[in-house]
């Protein structure tokens, strides 16, 4: 039992979909998976172990932010023996081209933090990405059900509000797709532990044009995403 989820051993699937929302959680879980069970509801960060297809998957909230986000992907790979994390979230788009809705899939992950910059002494700035099996399912996944996903970099800013905004400009002239807040964290962690990681994000709004979904299309919103996230999972 970990001391942020505090589930039992088996309560866990090995695969795992990682929304940061905990109420999102409680939406796929009940809209997606069949016979849900929630094994946790400790700091109100909800988790639920179900089906899909006939395959034991677990749905676990994993709040905001790459500090909350480690602790969850941490306490999952290596308290219950999770083999792989497929992060789902929102997303502000910077690339020009995508519109609300869009489906992204993080390749790579560049960030702001210092998390990594510590952990290699400030001499080597690692760069965290998807692991590829995964990746390369769920590119597949979207295929097959009809959903033109962009495969991509991302950005994982530590602050959810910048006095930096330029650096957007920046970032798409690299070829950035979108701004979120823990794909870093996690590729990271799960690469240190051996387990497999992916980053499936819906673009919420548009940073450069202030475009926007309201907040039950932020909850409740994104069924190509978690729908390719699943198939992925049990693949």
Known sequence: MSVHIGAQPGDIAERVLLPGDPMRAKWIAETFLTDPVCYTQVRGMLGFTGTWQGVRVSVQGSGMGMPSASIYTHELINEYGVKSVIRIGSCGAIAEELQLGDV???????????????????????????????????VDVAERRGVAMRVGSVLAADAFYTDRPDLFDTLADYGVLAVEMESAAIYTIAARFRAKALTILTVSDHIKRGDKMDSAQREQGFSDMVQIGLDTAIS
């Open 104 to 138: 992204i899939a993080a390749i790579g992950s560049a960030t702001d933090s210092n998390m990594n910059r510590a952990r290699f002494d400030g001499l080597i700035d690692y760069a965290p990405v998807a692991d590829f099996s995964l990746l390369r399912t769920a």
